[in-house]
């Protein structure tokens, strides 16, 4: 069964940077997934933030957070990061990383088959 933590959320000043690790465990390698990070502030969808095909490493990201964002994996730990810097209000959120068996990049959640529990991210204005 594969499992999804995630972790480094927290509060932070808008402007400010945070980094969110997602630990993936359940199987022997996660080269032919990919792996992606949602988010959902109170009263909204869920949303697509970024996406990482682990083999190759090709990357996508929404509008809202392109420039400012960044999706990185490392083989070793089979962990994905995104780190996040220029933080606004509007990317409070609980972030949440899934993942499925797939070459291409998915941006919508019901195509994830495993997810995390989600960690917080606050920012103040």
């Known amino acids: 069964q594969v499992q999804l933590v995630e972790s480094g959320g927290g509060l932070v000043q808008a402007g400010g940077s945070l980094r969110l690790s997602c630990a993936a465990s359940?199987?022997?390698?996660?080269?032919?997934?990919?792996m992606g990070w949602f988010r959902q502030a109170p009263g909204k969808e869920r949303e697509f933030v970024a996406a990482?095909?682990?083999?190759?490493?090709?990357?996508f990201y929404a509008d809202s957070v392109k420039g400012r964002f960044t999706i990185s994996r490392d083989n070793a730990k089979n962990t994905v990061y995104l780190s996040m810097n220029s933080l606004k209000h509007d990317d409070t959120a609980v972030y949440y990383c899934?993942?499925?068996?797939?070459?291409?990049?998915?941006?919508?959640?019901?195509?994830?088959?495993?997810w995390g529990q989600g960690t917080q991210v606050t920012v103040s204005s």
């Open positions: 899934a993942t499925r068996r797939s070459a291409l990049i998915l941006t919508t959640p019901e195509r994830y088959e495993y």
């Open positions: 359940g199987r022997t390698t996660f080269s032919n997934y990919i």
């Open positions: 990482i095909v682990w083999s190759g490493g090709r990357t």
